[in-house]
């Protein structure tokens, strides 16, 4: 046998967490190259402008501009994307490299030994393998916002399917008594409804920056000066909208970009409002490594908030709008593992 039983489990856990760190470059880089407006700094794919990393010198730059007329080198949008797609190609590598150490050691089990969780990992290649695609539609199919919506979330898809296999490769769980279990018990469908608004605050917000509606509303806490300002619901969300030549920029109208903008903003009210009973409902539980977690929910939580309130006030910094994008992660991956964390708890009695 090429590794010990425990040195099989060490690897497998340091692979998972690797892939984990690099899975959250990929996002924070994702958000970078889509913020910088770089979603189409290299008009072919995988390559750029026909080159492994990018055009540099004047010459490449110049037969670059000759065979994409259409497309001009722009130094400043060519290298992150092609800084993400490689960052994206590495957790693609290493994803498989740990499907493959899953089966390696389903094989090399001794009698009454837990098997890997090889049908997550093979999850994981299936939708790091989507992700790809949905990186080069993002390109050929010139930014439409559906791809770009759907390209994100695969993103938080992959890093969250990641966190859980790293959960249940080191045997995090709480272990309670039975009078606490009983106490914890109802507020597992609180936590699955806490997710369910997160992920679709989540899409909310990949459809606003995908359509450009950031800024729709330049100002807190009214929009264009009313509570309720002129909106068109139904241009805003049209899934089946043309892109045109291509959707750099964005295609909808002002009234379309605010009932985008302002369905975001209500989500928001809507996650705090659920995550606020929720930390309530946590903290009576009166279990202290439960309470623990309701002071940082409420404090990724309020983060969030005076992110998205900032990317107003001071029209989307850079700085800013990638750290929300990072701490919505952030969010997500901690109702995520209150929730493994109650599925998986187990008596100490």
Known sequence: MLFSRKCQHKILFKLS???????ICVVVLGAFTRLVHAGLG???????????????????????NTVFPDSPVDMDKTWPE???????????????????????????LLKGEKKPPIKHAIGLL?????????????????????IVTAHLLGGFSTLSLLWLFNQRIGGHR???????????????????LALGVVIVQITLGGWTSANYAALACPDLPMCLASWWPPMDFIS????FQNVGPNYLGGLLDSGSRTAIHMSHRLGA???VLVLIYVG????????????????????????????????????LPLSIAVAHNAVGAALLLILITLLHRVVTMSSDQ
């Open 17 to 23: 967490l690797a892939a984990f760190i690099l899975a």
């Open 42 to 64: 290299c008009p072919d794919w995988p390559g750029c402008y026909g080159h492994l990393l990018w055009p540099n010198s004047s010459e490449e730059i110049t037969q670059a």
């Open 82 to 108: 092609m800084v993400h797609r490689y960052f994206a190609g590495g957790l693609g590598l290493l994803i498989l490299t740990i499907t493959i150490f899953c089966f390696y050691r389903a094989k090399n």
């Open 126 to 146: 299936i939708l790091v393998a989507l992700q790809a695609a949905f990186g080069m539609w993002t390109v050929t199919l010139q930014l439409w916002p559906q």
């Open 174 to 192: 709480w272990h309670l008594s039975t009078g606490q279990m009983d106490r914890l018990k109802p507020l597992k469908s609180w936590f699955y």
């Open 236 to 239: 805003g969300f049209n899934i």
């Open 269 to 271: 009210v809507t996650v």
């Open 280 to 315: 309530i409902s946590m903290w009576r539980t009166a279990i202290p490594i439960v309470r623990s977690w309701v002071i940082v929910l409420w404090g990724v939580a309020a983060l969030q908030v005076a992110l998205g309130l900032s990317n107003v006030f001071f029209a």
